[in-house]
Each structure stands twice: as C-alpha cells, then as structure tokens.
C-alpha cells in the first residue's frame, strides 16, 4: 500500500482545525467497506512500522494483533471501536483515530476557514483530564474567555471524565449558530461557558508599525502556523524592512502550533545558517532542518510566549533562542515536542500517528518541559482574562507582557547601535 501524500502536523487535537489531507492509494474503499478488519490490521500495520515508541508503550504489538484480527467485525463501526481500543494501549493522546467523517472535518485546519468554537484541546497524560492548549484570538471560546490549560470537566451537561479526544471534538463541534455550553474547571472553580457555534476566518499574521522613543518597531503577532503563515510573514518583514523599523516583536503567546514546514520556513526568515530543529524517529533516524542564508531581517528580535504557545510555537522560539537571535519573555511554554504524520486509510478515515519527537538546534528535548523564556513575567489569571475581554489590548501599553518586551528590545537596539558604532 503506497502513502500518496504525508502531512507533519506540530499540534495537538483540534476542535474545528486540522491537518492537510493525507490521501491512500491503490485500496479501493469498497474492498474495506467489506472487510472492516481491513482497517483495523492497516492502524496496526502504521503503528508498527512508524510509531516513535519501539516498545509501544511496553506492549506486545504482535500479540496485540493476534487480539483484534482473531476477532469478527460486524461492522464498520464495531471494527473503529477495536481500533480505538487498540491505540489505548499506548498512552499517546495524540496518536488517534478519526471516523470518515471527523477526517473530512480535520481537513479544514490549513485552509484559513474553519467552523467552531475556536479552541485546541489535549488530553493530559497525567490527569487523563481534557485541557485547552489555548483559544484562537477573535474566536466564540477566546471571546468568552477560556484560558490555556484549562480543564473542560462537562460538555452540554455531559461530564468528559474518561472520554476520548474525537468524542469531547465531535459534542463540541457543531453548525454555525448552534450553542454549546462547555464547563470549565479553573483552580477550584466551575464555570459554565455557553457558545456560540460560528464560521472563523483565520488570518495567521497581524502586524503593525509602534513608533518608540528607540525608532520604528515591527510588531508581529503570528497566532498559528497554517500554510499561509510564512507568506503572510514573509510578506509582512518585508514592508518593515522597507519602512526601516529598528527591531521586531514576534507575538507567539497563545499560538498552539501547526505545521512543520510553516515554522521552519518562518525561522529561515531570521536565522541566516545553521539547524532551525531537527526530528529524530524511535531508531535515532530524522531529518535536520536547516537555515538557507535567505534570513529576511537580523534586526533585534524579542518574542513574546507564553503557556499557550506550543508546538511548533516552540520549534521557532527555540531555534531562536539556542542561537541567540531573540530573546523570549513572557512565560514558560506549553511543553509539546512531538510530531504527528496524519494519514488517510482506505476507507476513507484517518489516523494521526507520533512518528518522532523534536529537538531544538542544541539539542534539547522539551516535550512536557516547555521552553522557559529568558525573562520571564506571568501574567495573572485577572491580565489574562482582561486582554481577552478587551482584545484591542494585546500588544498596546495596557499588555503588561508587550511593554516589558518593548523595554527589553530598546536595550537591544541600544546594545546594537553601540557595538555598531564601535566597529565603524
């Protein structure tokens, strides 16, 4: 069976956003329709071959095979059920399953467009709890002022204790105009969030001049990596360098990741030479993504991250930080270093599989670590829930995370200047 096409994808299940398609040749979906344990044995058969665990999660994957293909399957359905039972024995909340139909929804992530509430859950390998890795700005969850890391304990009354990721996806996502009512857990306290389904339109990058007493500032703020991403930034660095700004802000907080490629092609941006990340699989195998001497700026940078900021929000503020291209503030990130590779099967549903885990360019691991910035201000429970209230505030004078950012940059340009006149 051949993969036709093999999306990398940098987050973690999505309410209403996804991967690329990956599409299955040379099965033809009738031929699985009629034997529904076809597409148990073809999960097994990816696990077994790409899965970042050798020892599958100290499972006896031969023996697991035995179990669920010695097994007769009524149906389509029975057979999902058996796959899903499988994948358990992992303990990998982001190697998943998806139905035909959770597969085509999954479609919608890169496409700038998507239907929903606007939030990007996990499940908490720890707790087993469903937590938010962070609300898309402008988005029904983000308006309503749900938080990163917070805990989802109840979808329309239904409590999320023991349910699986695609479940807690399929209750929350619904038509446009439709009303959800999600309960939060924050500390020890539950609040009901009632919303309101919509259509979100997604532009990654927003960007704007801040005249300061140390020159013209590009304030970048990227809120995912999809494929229009790096044009969108390229696009954007371009018309700064123009206007002759004299150091940039690159916002990630909040920015729960994306694809791989998006936040290589972004790092090449500012980064002239060297490893941006390299990828290593479960036999020490991988690539290494490097820098192509096409950096667009080396203006100072200051990035602004936070616990929101995950995936390959953390491949790029790390790559940045190891080679000492920005310095980060804000907040500890989210603690994310793995890669999935989603995949079509033959009948039409989906598998997305962690196939390897990432490192920064010096070698670090920070899967359920974080990256920690290099000055470091947490924000308080009330900041955060006033900047959502009031988004217009978010990068302005009145985002006490901003303002330190632009205080550490002017030191910065300051330090450039300096040295610059010193070799002149």
């Known amino acids: 069976m051949s993969i036709k096409k093999r999306e990398l994808v940098l987050s973690a299940a999505v309410v209403a956003i996804t991967a690329t398609v990956v599409a299955v040749t040379g099965v033809s979906q009738a031929f699985f329709r009629e ?29 697991v095979r035995r179990e669920y293909l010695d097994k007769s399957y009524a149906n389509k359905e029975e057979a999902y059920a058996a796959i899903r039972e499988m994948l358990e024995k992992l303990e990998d909340p982001y190697t998943r399953f998806m139905t035909p139909e959770e597969f085509k929804n999954m479609q919608i992530d890169t496409s700038g467009e998507l239907t929903g509430v ?78 309101t389904r919509a259509k979100i339109e997604i532009h990654p990058v927003k960007a704007r001049l801040e005249e300061t007493s140390v020159g013209k500032i590009g304030y970048i703020r990227l809120n995912q990596f999809s494929a229009q991403a790096s044009e969108e930034m390229a696009a954007a660095i371009k018309e700064f360098e123009e206007q002759q700004v004299a150091g940039y802000i690159l916002d990630l907080r909040s920015n729960p990741g994306g694809l791989l490629y998006s936040s290589v092609e972004i790092a090449r941006m500012f980064i002239e030479q060297g490893t941006i990340v390299s990828t290593v699989d479960r036999v020490g195998g991988g690539e290494i993504h490097q820098a192509n001497n096409g950096a667009l700026t080396d203006k100072p940078l200051v990035v602004l991250v936070d616990g929101g900021s995950a995936s390959a929000s953390e491949i790029l503020s790390g790559a940045l930080q190891d080679h000492q291209r920005a310095v980060l503030v804000g907040a500890k990130t989210f603690g994310k270093g793995l890669v999935q590779s989603v995949r079509g099967l033959g009948d039409g549903s989906g598998l997305a599989v962690t196939i390897s885990k990432y490192l920064t360019p010096n070698g670090r691991d920070i899967n359920k670590e974080g990256i920690p910035p290099d000055v470091v201000l947490e924000l308080t429970k009330e900041q955060l829930k006033q900047l959502q209230s009031d988004r217009t505030k978010i990068g302005t004078q009145e985002d006490p995370q901003f303002v330190l950012g632009l205080e550490v940059l002017g030191k910065k340009i300051q330090e450039t200047s300096e040295a610059a006149a010193v070799a002149n």
């Open 35 to 63: 034997s529904p344990k076809e597409v148990v044995d073809e999960v097994w058969q990816i696990i077994n071959y790409q899965y970042v665990d050798a020892t599958f999660n100290q499972t006896d994957w031969r023996e």
């Open 118 to 195: 606007g939030i990007q859950i996990t499940k908490d390998e720890e707790t087993n709890k469903i937590i938010v890795i962070a609300p898309i700005e402008e988005s029904p969850a983000f308006e309503a002022g749900i938080l990163p890391r917070d805990i989802i304990t109840k979808i329309d009354g239904k409590s999320t204790e023991g349910m699986e990721i695609d479940d807690a996806v399929n209750l929350i996502r619904g038509k446009p105009g439709t009303v959800v009512t999600i309960t939060i857990q924050r500390e020890a306290k539950e609040v009901d969030y009632p919303l």
